[in-house]
């Protein structure tokens, strides 16, 4: 089931866009921006405020690829500054070899190519802004929000 909605920050001066039009997909989004509005570490963030080009595998065209996340944190070395997407554990994986291509192996196996070239252009993106990218699931935000 998926879950979407509109996002309410408490703390509206740390949110890098819209404060109005803050969409979450997914309760993983909602809960990932709780975290980042209520923590004083994270001095500012966005929700899918900027967007890196990346050319799909599937058609082989430039699409736009809207990051889920951009945070500014104070950490103990300093200022760090990252890109995340949150999905799914099983989009950040291979589908496992089937001898019957179904449709829905089809769809499993091109939406992860399609995530490996987004991320691989974030990759490159971030590095070539001084930033991080990482993409946390739901194994990473459980033990964050449990």
Known sequence: MSYRGIFTPKHPSKYLGNVQNVVYRSLWERHFMKYCDETPGV??????????????????QIHRYFPDFMLEVQSN???????????PKYQTELPATQKRKTKRYLTEVATFAVNQ??????????????????????????????
């Not at 001095?43 to 082989?60: C, H, K, M, N, Q």
């Open 117 to 146: 070239a987004k991320w691989q252009a974030a990759k490159e993106f971030c590095q070539k802004q001084g930033m991080n990218f990482l993409v946390l699931t739901e194994e990473h935000l459980f033990k964050t929000f449990k």
């Open 77 to 87: 070395t300093g200022l760090k500054r990252f890109v995340i997407e949150v999905k």
């Open 43 to 60: 001095l500012r963030w966005a929700s899918e405020e900027f967007f890196i080009p990346y050319v799909s595998p599937v058609d082989g």
